[in-house]
């Protein structure tokens, strides 16, 4: 029997883009990323909001790490 090649993981590519905006309360950041590989994108004003997007396409382990 063929020693068994290991598998890689899929590959999960994002790009991520930041911009500030000066309004009447101040400065804001904003930001979008999207998923390369299936196209999908967002918009998003909070970092929490950036990681469960990545999150969705990044398998973890049972424990929740990376």
């Known amino acids: 029997m063929p020693p068994k090649t290991p598998t890689r993981p899929p590959l999960n590519t994002f790009i991520i883009r930041f911009w500030r905006e000066q309004g009447a309360e101040g ?24 990681l469960s997007f990545i999150r969705r396409w990044v398998q973890t382990s049972k424990d929740g790490k990376w």
Do not use: L
């Not at 400065?27 to 970092?47: K, L, N, P």
């Open 27 to 50: 400065v804001r950041w904003h930001g979008q990323i999207q998923h390369i590989q299936s196209g999908e994108r967002i918009a998003f004003t909070d970092e929490e909001v950036m």
